[in-house]
């Protein structure tokens, strides 16, 4: 049994403006509150999509760099933004390729950086 409203939004937001005259924003839909949640970009707004990949980008580049500086054999003056960008780049599309897979599309297979597919 479920206990989900059947609001369609969340977080709506009332005020009172000078006049005494109530105003009701409706919120954020609930498909855009779990899209920035879960950095999924599929909220159906492609701004706030677009927004949600480059946060993506960033968290894998992340990723990426606290992985090589925890290699020890690793030399930090071999580091450069480029890399560990496109390294998050590199994420996002396997992950975009397991996303595609889920959704039963066997045509695309992802490039590991290593000539094959």
């Known amino acids: 049994m479920s206990n989900e409203s059947k609001d369609k939004s969340v977080f709506p937001h009332e005020w009172i403006d000078g006049n005494g005259e109530k105003f009701i924003n409706g919120g954020l839909s609930k498909q855009a509150y779990a899209a920035i949640h879960l950095k999924v970009p599929l909220s159906g707004t492609p701004?706030?999509?677009?927004?949600?990949?480059?946060?993506?980008?960033?968290?894998?580049?992340?990723?990426?760099?606290?992985?090589?500086?925890?290699?020890?054999?690793f030399k930090p003056g071999n580091l450069h933004s480029k890399t560990i960008f496109k390294d998050g780049d590199a994420l996002i599309k396997a992950s975009s390729f397991e996303e595609s897979k889920d959704k039963g599309d066997e045509q695309s297979t992802p490039d590991d950086g290593m000539g094959e597919k």
């Not at 701004?47 to 992985?67: H, N, P, T, V």
């Open 47 to 73: 701004w706030l999509d677009e927004m949600i990949q480059k946060a993506r980008r960033d968290e894998f580049a992340k990723a990426s760099l606290i992985g090589r500086l925890s290699n020890p054999i």
